[in-house]
């Protein structure tokens, strides 16, 4: 085979593999985007600054492997790549490594539960006996202000009478 043959069809496979990869990095948004509800406007910038830099890489291959010449058997590679790999293994990629993330998650909110029962159990206590204190506190309030009340009236009519 001729050499210019070969760079061509090692372009064609360096294209294949950037799509590959394109979707694969694409796939990490997804799995966050299902771990953390996202707003529209930030799935948005997200997209956004991801298909921007996707654009840069994209424009480096072409200018490192082909001069900056666009050709459009790479463009067809890479497009081949990503639908090859989002129809092949990234469905079983984002479900598994969701449900992977959901479980340790959930595993360490069970631990985090765990630990802190016992300040949780003291919280309760002290709750419970700040609420009685200070249920007392305004009886004994409410008793003190009667009798200061009671007093300043008798006060004034004693001053009154002289």
């Avoid at 006996?129 to 200061?148: D, E, P, T």
């Amino acid at each position: 085979m001729s050499q210019n043959i070969i760079d061509e069809v090692t372009f064609l496979l360096h294209s294949f593999l950037l799509g590959i990869a394109i979707t694969f990095v694409y796939d990490g948004f997804v799995i966050l985007r299902r771990l953390v509800r996202h707003s529209l406007f930030l799935i948005s910038l997200e997209d956004m600054v991801f298909w921007i830099a996707c654009a840069i890489g994209v424009f480096y291959m072409l200018y490192e492997e082909n001069s900056g010449v666009l050709r459009w058997f790479a463009v067809f590679g890479a497009a081949l790549g990503m639908i090859a790999y989002k129809k092949s293994v990234s469905p079983l990629i984002v479900r598994g490594v969701t449900q992977i993330v959901r479980k340790i998650l959930w595993a360490f909110a069970k631990l985090f539960h765990f630990l802190l029962k016992p300040f949780r159990f003291a919280g309760g206590k002290v709750r419970r006996v700040w609420k009685r204190s200070s249920a007392k506190g305004r009886k004994v309030g409410k008793c003190v202000k009667n009798k200061l009340t009671c007093r300043l009236k008798l006060l004034k009519i004693t001053l009154c009478k002289r």
